[in-house]
């Protein structure tokens, strides 16, 4: 099993930035794919940016050269750097971790990004 705890979401004006946050702790070994998604009200909830273990990083088009995955292995914490934010970027952003044995998807309990002025 797999915890994700995540923070970092909040209220921002358009333009502005925000950094996400999951730290996750249990049987990490685990886990071939890290990243995050977001749902929006009416929506489904989207792909946003991943790491892979066989070593690629993917982005979602919607937010390629806007937002920037990154972690840190030391802290088992995995960033998601959010800028120039505009309000089709307000959801609930969720960490998401996949483990390739047994297919077992791992979410975090989600966190709110509001893009207004």
């Known amino acids: 099993q797999v915890q994700l705890v995540e923070s970092g979401g909040g209220l921002v004006q358009p333009g502005g930035s925000l950094r996400l946050s999951c730290t996750a702790s249990g049987n990490i070994v685990s886990i071939n794919v890290m990243g995050w998604y977001r749902q929006a009200p009416g929506k489904e909830r989207e792909s946003l940016a991943h790491f892979h273990s066989r070593g690629t990083t993917t982005y979602a088009d919607s937010v390629k050269g806007r937002f920037t995955i990154a972690r840190d292995n030391a802290k088992n914490t995995v960033y998601l750097q959010m800028n120039s934010l505009q309000p089709e970027d307000t959801a609930v952003y969720y960490c998401?971790?996949?483990?390739?044995?047994?297919?077992?998807?791992?979410w975090g309990q989600g966190t709110q990004v509001t893009v207004s002025s």
């Open positions: 998401h971790f996949y483990g390739l044995v047994g297919g077992k998807h791992y």
